[in-house]
């Protein structure tokens, strides 16, 4: 892609620079009034003055001398940047006009802000010409704004802007392309992330932005709204200029990146409000702000020696340098495009990081569907269980033919779900119920169990309840009845789900908070696995004996 980027950069600069066409201008003269013999070539301009004033809804008239130099191109072309409705005269010959004069009984009818005119051969020769414009201006009177003169042949006049500007829509899509890429990347995926959020959003308004930029080529913006399409161009360099600094704040783990990006939000505002009206300024301030905020997180990333935070500083100083040494209009979308591809190279270095984690992330799956197995075919959990097994086989028959047919189930289930990540609620609430009816045999307890406000299409980490189960019984001792009791209660909100576990028997531990040994690590592994960073697990002592709570966020962001 970066090949395809210098092709583009140089078929702009070689479009910006090409001049076949050689004059000199000369500041236009003013005066308020009406009378066709102004339109003459040689005109005694005594009584006109170089400022326009206060014209309101009068008829006024502009004039400006242009010596043509040499012309190697061919029919001349004249670019006339004006605000009004206006009829242009070459040499006192009407070539065109640009809407219509409005008058006292009349309506103005606005024209565009810049409009082309085709020169007659037989006034194109070498020498001094002279160009008249009759206008009105009735929005915007007191608006004191320039007229803009300029000589090239009309094929160039014409083809450039389109030239240019079809390059520009060529790189406005594949920030339109990458915008939908890392949207549908950012929404569809099981962890999201901002900086992809960010990111996506930084492509789209940099579309918007190239594609405000250039329309004005393709349809015609009269005079009277050109200032809509600047403040949004302006709002849209204030929003890019907020987001770029916050992308790498977030990207870097900037600590205090609230207080560094309120500071350019108010530095943002000031140059809003300070430079009012004046949108190139601003746009140029805007973009300086972002670029000072962003070097300071760089420098700062340099010195913590983040990934990635050197070359990142490579693309800033070349952007600047770039930037300094282009005319304005393309030197920024040059500058912002070096941005970008510092944003999309550091975010090429996080997703290796994080395919990096989901890989360590398989094997550690890998490792707990061995943790699990394991758990349940323990030597001593087969001996005890066996022993008491041939007890109860000896003195009861029928009820060891059940102590058998629960064991089978309890190892069927856990082979069904040993290979799964997520498994139904109720496939664990029949696993647990068939070892409390295995443990019953075997330790001779009634164990009881409740569950309630269950649903059955959620889903949990396979063997996480069992797992808390297991400890209920190892850790807690049956009331003065014989009885043990296990409750699972489910509870959720708009944001969260909760699973409690209450154990109700006599605690056979002291301490208030159990550490938990392999059982609470492979509870809070399978947790992980399956609700990266949007969970929570706490076990503890109640009054009836033991208490865990698993807290899941609903919360995807």
Request: net charge neutral; charged share 20%; aromatic share 14%.
């Amino acid at each position: 892609m970066k090949p395809a980027i210098i092709l583009l950069f140089l078929a702009i600069l070689c479009a910006s620079c090409k001049r076949q066409v050689l004059y000199d201008e000369f500041d236009p003269v003013f005066k308020t009034g009406d009378s066709l013999a102004w339109s003459a070539k040689k005109l005694d301009q005594k009584g006109w003055s170089v400022d326009r004033g206060f014209t309101g809804k009068n008829i006024f008239w502009s004039r400006a001398n242009v010596k043509l130099i040499s012309n190697s191109g061919g029919r001349l072309g004249l670019q006339i940047d004006a605000f009004g409705a206006y009829e242009v005269y070459w040499d006192g010959i009407k070539i065109g006009s640009n809407g219509k004069l409005g008058s006292v009984s009349q309506p103005e009818i606005p024209g565009t802000e810049c409009m082309y005119f085709l020169l007659p051969d037989s006034l194109s020769q070498l020498g001094m010409h002279n160009v008249a414009l009759r206008s009105t201006q009735f929005s915007y009177p007191r608006l004191q704004r320039g007229i803009g003169y300029k000589l090239d042949t009309y094929a160039n006049l014409i083809k450039r802007p389109l030239v240019i500007s079809s390059l520009m829509f060529i790189m406005a899509g594949a920030f339109f392309i990458a915008f939908f890429y890392y949207a549908f990347l950012y929404f569809n995926s099981h962890k999201r992330s901002y900086p992809v959020l960010i990111f996506s959003v930084i492509c789209l308004l940099f579309f918007s932005l190239l594609i405000m930029e250039y329309i004005k080529y393709y349809i015609e913006i009269p005079y009277t709204e050109f200032f809509v399409r600047l403040e949004i161009i302006g709002w849209l360099t204030f929003s890019i200029s907020l987001l770029v600094p916050l992308y790498f704040s977030i990207q870097f783990g900037l600590k205090r990146k609230l207080l560094l990006l309120l500071a350019l939000l108010l530095t943002l505002v000031s140059i809003y409000i300070y430079y009012y009206g004046h949108y190139d300024i601003s746009a140029r301030y805007y973009s300086l702000a972002m670029w000072i905020t962003t070097m300071l997180i760089v420098l700062e990333a340099i010195y913590r020696k983040e990934k990635g935070s050197f070359l990142v500083l490579v693309g800033m100083l070349a952007s600047a340098v770039m930037n300094s040494y282009l005319v304005y209009d393309f030197g920024i979308f040059i500058f912002y495009t070096f941005i970008v591809f510092a944003m999309l190279y550091l975010h090429t270095i996080k997703m290796r990081e994080i395919e990096q984690a989901h890989e360590s992330s398989l094997l550690l799956s890998s490792r707990l569907q061995l943790e699990l197995i394991k758990k349940n075919i323990q030597p001593h959990f087969i001996k005890n269980t066996l022993t008491s097994l041939m007890d109860w086989v000896e003195d009861s028959p029928k009820q060891g033919a059940e102590f058998i047919q629960a064991l089978a189930e309890e190892f069927d289930i856990m082979n069904k779900i040993a290979e799964e990540s997520l498994i139904p609620i109720r496939q664990e609430i029949s696993l647990c119920q068939m070892h409390l009816k295995v443990m019953g045999f075997r330790k001779e307890i009634a164990y009881q169990w409740e569950d309630f406000g269950i649903k059955d299409d959620e889903l949990i980490p396979p063997a996480i309840i069992h797992t808390l189960l297991e400890n209920g019984i190892t850790h807690n001792a049956p009331l003065s009845n014989g009885k043990m009791k296990f409750r699972l209660v489910y509870s959720e909100d708009l944001h969260t789900r909760e699973y409690v576990f209450e154990t109700i028997g006599e605690n056979r531990e002291s301490s208030e908070e159990r550490v938990g040994g392999g059982g609470f690590k492979y509870i809070r592994a399978r947790l992980e696995e399956s609700y990266p960073g949007k969970w929570t697990f706490d076990s503890m002592a109640s009054n009836q004996g033991w208490i865990s709570k698993i807290t899941l966020s609903n919360n995807r962001i």
